[in-house]
C-alpha cells in the first residue's frame, strides 16, 4: 500500500543551488501535507506543512507546492546549505478519517560544499 | 523549545518478553502518537491517543500492543510478548490540536533477540 511515494532515494545538490524533493499521492482524501527532516538515530523533526486549499506555503529558505490535480507535492530548498544533508519525509494525512501520518520512503538530500 | 522526549534509547529484549516504551509528550498538546520504522522501511502509523482512549489504530497494533496515559504526563506503549519482527524504532508523537504539526520524539531502538 504505497498511498505517498517519494520516487527518488537520493539527491545530491551543490551547495547554494536549490534542491527539489518531489512527492506523489494517491489517496484523494489527504488534505494536509508535512515534510520533515531526518538524521540517523533522531526523530523525524517537523519542517513545514500545506493544507490541500493552498497550492503553495513558504517559510524562510523552503517552500512547499501542492499540485492536487496531479497528486504532486514538491519541497524547495534555497539556498541549500551543507547542514541540510539528511533524509527527507513528505507525509499526508485525511483528516476525516482521522490524524494519522502516511509517511512517504523518504529521499536522502546531500548537499555537497 | 518544548520536545517530546522517550526512553530508554535502546531496549534489547528477548521474544516473548514484555517491553514497555515510554515517551513523554509536549506538555499543552492533546493527541498522541506511536509509530515505528523497521530498518530499511518507511515509518509506520501504530495508533493515535486522544481524551484518554485510542482513537485509531493500524493493523500492525493487535492485541500484544496496549498504550496508556498514566497521568498527566507519560504515554506508555506496551508490548506483551515480544517477536523478533517487533524490532524497530519506534518514536512517539504529539500535537496540540488538529490541522497541527506532530512532533517526533527521538526514538526508542528496540531488538528482540
Known amino acids: 500500500d504505497q498511498q505517498v511515494k517519494q520516487n527518488s532515494p537520493s539527491l545530491s545538490v551543490q551547495e547554494g543551488r536549490i534542491s527539489i524533493l518531489n512527492c506523489d499521492y494517491t489517496?484523494?482524501?489527504?488534505?494536509?501535507f508535512l515534510w520533515y527532516k531526518k538524521y540517523p538515530a533522531e526523530g523525524p523533526t517537523f519542517l513545514i506543512s500545506?493544507?490541500?486549499?493552498?497550492d503553495k506555503n513558504e517559510d524562510g529558505r523552503f517552500t512547499v507546492f501542492l499540485n492536487k490535480s496531479a497528486k504532486h507535492l514538491s519541497l524547495h530548498i534555497v539556498p541549500s546549505q551543507p547542514g541540510d544533508s539528511a533524509v527527507y519525509f513528505c507525509?499526508?494525512?485525511?483528516?476525516?478519517?482521522?490524524?494519522?501520518?502516511?509517511f512517504g520512503t523518504g529521499t536522502r538530500l546531500a548537499v555537497r560544499p | 523549545e518544548p520536545e517530546v522526549t522517550q526512553t530508554p534509547s535502546h531496549q534489547v529484549t528477548q521474544m516473548g518478553q514484555e517491553v514497555i516504551l515510554r515517551c513523554v509528550p509536549i506538555s499543552n498538546h492533546l493527541y498522541f502518537y506511536w509509530y515505528r520504522q523497521i530498518l530499511g522501511q518507511k515509518v509506520e502509523f501504530l495508533v493515535s491517543f486522544y481524551n484518554n482512549e485510542i482513537s485509531e489504530k493500524s493493523e500492525i497494533f493487535d492485541d500484544q500492543f496496549s498504550v496508556e496515559r498514566p497521568d498527566g504526563s507519560n504515554f506508555t506503549l506496551k508490548i506483551r510478548s515480544t517477536k523478533l519482527e517487533d524490532s524497530a524504532m519506534y518514536f512517539c508523537a504529539s500535537m496540540l490540536a488538529v490541522y497541527n504539526e506532530q512532533f517526533f520524539g527521538p526514538g526508542t531502538r528496540l531488538t528482540v533477540l
Open positions: 507525509a499526508a494525512s485525511d483528516k476525516s478519517s482521522g490524524d494519522k501520518l502516511t
Open positions: 500545506i493544507s490541500s486549499i493552498k
Open positions: 489517496n484523494s482524501m489527504f488534505d494536509y
